[in-house]
């Protein structure tokens, strides 16, 4: 009767196996179309989880998406649609006119830019916002607070700040505004006529800003030009080939975009040049991406620049977005951006983002209109290699705690931003409230640890109560002799007083640390 009864259980167990296996077998399709539909009909029937139809095409559609190769392709809905339209066109909409950071995480208002809404209604650089329209911005990222606070101009938004020193939060309602911040914050002139230019956005105006700062150097004496696009991780694509547009002459290709599909773009110089003979350095970090890139590159093919630094990103794909069915939208990668040489400005990575080629030795050689060896891969490649200057063993240790170290610091620049004069010099006693407030938060770090790396803590002082005091040019000229980087072109433009005469010194130098 046992015997019996477990031969029966077997069967039970073997025949919906069995069954599954033959009803698989009898299913396949000959093509895709087939396949699918068999799918979407046996999973609507049969499954488990009750899905409407409309739920798993959605699924269906998403899940086709991310398994493309391309780390760019996105669906939309139409709600997440014009949530990316209005954080990539960002300057068509109305905000408040401050800059935000996240500090551990706490976001703080760090600069109010003039004759803002946010100037107008008192805000303050150290306020905190606590809340915007009553929800508090506990636990949120620094993207969904500012999401939050910018909106279509002439609209209102309510905003909550904590200030150090009052006890209750201030609450205020603006009007929000379409605020200008330049892409080119300032520039100055710096010894031997070395006029020095950050670039640090592409928006609609970058062209324009740049034009007006190097005629205003210029103007002031500048005989060579450093663009800086260090950190710049691009924008405004038309920006980037007006920019370039500036300094060489018309008819010189600028970049182009390759398609699978169709012929390729080739956009070349019109007649908008302001300089085609200064001497001109340009600065790139592994931050320079995008439109930086498509900069970098044209001045580079055509020495018109000598690039130094460290090689940039390499982000050179070209995104299209096309409208679909009930407000839906597919974003699709469907080119790549190439300099005029022929290099691709896109650097393949991994699924952590890291560069799948690290070895630069092996990246194949182009030529610059000149000659000169240029190299692709991926990403610019610099003409002089400056690698930043490097922590020692005590900075890297109080690196660990960094991000806390940094809003110490704010917080004390703000106390005697006001007291400072412009030639001031850091003071022990600002480092030791440095240390105290370290310590009310609890931060693991002992005296002699911090104590071993007072020069970083000095330095970074430094900067940020130059900045708040006396603002951002102040700023830089007392900090530029730290920046290896700048140091190594102002030294190049001193050298060399003509482009070539700075491509040779590069050659030279090159050549010194390949014999070493």
């Known amino acids: 009767m046992r015997r019996h009864l477990r031969r029966h259980i077997a069967v039970l167990l073997i025949l919906p196996a069995l069954a599954g296996g033959w009803a698989i077998r009898g299913l396949v399709p000959d093509d895709g179309p087939k396949l699918f539909a068999q799918v979407l009909q046996i999973v609507n029937s049969h ?39 209005r954080e990539q066109l960002r300057a068509a ?17 760090t600069r109010v830019f003039p004759n803002t809404p946010a100037e107008r209604g008192g805000v303050r650089a150290g306020d905190r916002v606590v809340a915007v329209n009553g929800e508090s911005t506990r636990g949120l990222r620094i993207q969904e607070v500012s999401g939050r606070l910018i909106g279509e ?6 905003a909550t700040f904590s200030r150090a020193g009052v006890s209750e939060p201030i609450t205020g309602t603006f009007k929000r505004a379409v605020v200008h911040v330049p892409a080119v914050p300032y520039a100055v002139v710096l010894d031997g006529g070395v006029g020095y230019l950050p670039l640090q956005s592409f928006n609609e105006t970058s062209s324009n800003d740049v034009r007006k700062a190097v005629r205003e150097l210029q103007a002031k004496g500048a005989t ?17 080939l007006l920019i370039s547009n500036l300094f060489l002459p018309a008819g010189q290709e600028l970049a182009r975009v390759e398609y699978r599909d169709r012929k390729a773009d080739v956009y070349t110089a019109r007649n908008t040049t302001i300089s085609t003979d200064l001497p001109m350095v340009v600065l790139t970090d592994s931050y320079s991406a995008s439109a930086s890139e498509i900069v970098a590159g044209a001045l580079q093919d055509h020495d018109r ?12 794909l070209v995104q299209q977005i096309y409208p679909l069915n009930g407000g839906w939208a597919l974003k699709l990668t469907t080119g790549k951006w190439f300099t005029p040489s022929g290099r691709s400005i896109q650097l393949d990575r991994d699924d952590d983002g890291l560069p799948m080629h690290t070895d630069t030795t092996a990246r194949p050689e182009f030529r610059s209109d000149g000659g000169r060896v240029v190299y692709g891969g991926g990403g610019i490649t610099p003409d002089l290699t400056v690698p930043l200057d490097t922590m020692d063993t005590a900075e890297r240790e109080l690196a660990r705690v960094m991000g806390q170290l940094y809003l110490a610091i704010y917080e004390q620049a703000l106390t005697v931003k006001d007291a400072a004069a412009p030639d001031f010099t850091v003071k022990a006693e600002w480092r030791d409230a440095v ?82």
């Open 305 to 316: 620049a000598l690039v130094l630094g460290t090689s940039s990103f390499g982000k050179g």
């Open 224 to 240: 060579s030009l450093v663009l800086d696009v260090r950190g710049n991780g691009g924008g405004s694509l038309e920006e980037a």
């Open 435 to 516: 240390y105290t407030r370290l310590q009310a938060g609890e931060v693991a770090l002992t005296r002699e640890q911090y104590d071993a790396a007072h020069p970083l803590v000095d330095r970074m002082l430094e900067q940020r109560v130059a900045a708040l005091a006396f603002g951002d040019s102040a700023a830089f000229r007392r900090m530029a002799p730290q920046d290896a980087h700048i140091r190594a072109a102002v030294e190049l433009l001193r050298e060399g007083r003509t482009q070539q005469e700075l491509f040779a010194i590069a050659d030279r130098r090159n050549a010194t640390v390949k014999s070493d």
């Open 153 to 158: 101009a002439g609209t209102t938004v309510e």
């Open 47 to 85: 499954a488990i989880q009750g899905l409407s139809q409309d739920v798993m095409y959605e699924r269906a559609a998403r899940g086709f998406v991310d398994r493309l190769d391309d780390r760019y392709a996105e669906l939309y809905s139409a709600e997440e649609l014009a949530t990316f339209s």
């Open 93 to 109: 909409y109305g905000g408040l006119g401050m800059q935000i950071e996240d500090q551990q995480g706490m976001i703080t208002v």
